[in-house]
């Protein structure tokens, strides 16, 4: 078995004919938790849709587990053990909590999934008194933590986040962060698109940059965090510090 868990290798990417990615080299070893950063419109969310099988694959190659997965279908890769959660829309809000959890696993038999709803609430238990309460109802840190269990439901061993943060308090940023070093700790590989770039550089592997479609830089989460030139740039101004 490969330390490679995912591995892209001058990926092409965009919407139908518009091309968005221009050459992305990327891997993600098992275990661990990588983070993306990059500024408004670089293609952090198209990056996570293409490896997600929704976004057109133009050129390039995306291995996954030891197969090219390039131009899969999403049932295929959740199959896989590939789950995501969007950086939009990531709930139903007009179902109940549990309805959002049980359209996470149509496919399982009851049991199955009963099992699955009560791991995933054992991950959130803040979730546990929402139960049967509208997602709408729900604050933005609950929503969040909503979608990620979701995500939860099919057991999937790599998990894709884009800005599960975005738009919450401090306290519930820190909270969702540590949710995800929790779920790595249970053996889940971690892909984060993060805005909150300090939160998730502290407790993340290593980062990549993107800038206009491209990675432009990639290293260790802590040399970033360390760099100053990088930090002034990325980390700092809108960003959390
Ligand atoms: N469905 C789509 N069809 C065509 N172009 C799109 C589509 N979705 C996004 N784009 C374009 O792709 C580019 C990259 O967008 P993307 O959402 O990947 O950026 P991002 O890095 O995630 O930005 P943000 O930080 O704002 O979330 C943008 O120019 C955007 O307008
Ligand atoms: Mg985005």
């Not at 990056?47 to 995306?62: D, P």
């Not at 131009?71 to 199959?79: A, E, F, I, P, Q």
């Not at 999934?113 to 139960?131: H, Y």
Request: aromatic share 8%; glycine share 10%.
């Amino acid at each position: 078995m490969s330390e490679r868990l995912l591995e892209v290798k001058g990926l092409k990417a965009g919407y139908d004919a518009v091309r968005i990615l221009h050459g992305i080299d990327l891997h993600v070893n098992r275990g661990e938790f990588v983070t993306i950063i990059g500024p408004n419109g670089c293609g952090k969310s198209t990056f996570i849709k293409a490896i997600f099988g929704l976004a057109t694959h133009h050129e390039g190659e995306v291995n996954h587990d030891g197969e090219i997965v390039s131009g899969w279908r999403t049932d295929r890769l959740v199959n896989r053990g590939i789950s995501y959660v969007p950086q939009r829309d990531n709930v139903f809000p007009g179902l109940s909590v549990i309805e959002n959890l049980e359209m996470g696993g149509l496919k399982l038999s009851a049991e199955v999934l009963e099992f699955r709803v009560e791991e995933a609430f054992r991950m959130f238990p803040d979730l546990i008194s929402r139960t049967n309460d509208l997602a709408a109802s729900l604050s933005g840190g609950e929503r969040q933590m909503l979608a990620i269990s979701r995500a939860l439901i099919s057991k999937p061993s790599f998990l894709l986040l884009d800005e599960p943060t975005a738009a919450l308090s401090p306290l519930y940023q820190q909270q969702i962060i540590q949710r995800i070093d929790n779920l790595r700790s249970e053996g889940i590989t971690i892909l984060l698109v993060e805005q909150n770039a300090r939160l998730a550089l502290k407790r993340s592997d290593r980062a990549y940059i993107f800038a206009g479609g491209k990675v432009v830089h990639t290293s260790e989460a802590s040399k970033v965090l360390d760099d100053p030139e990088i930090g002034e740039y990325f980390l700092g101004g809108e960003y959390n510090h």
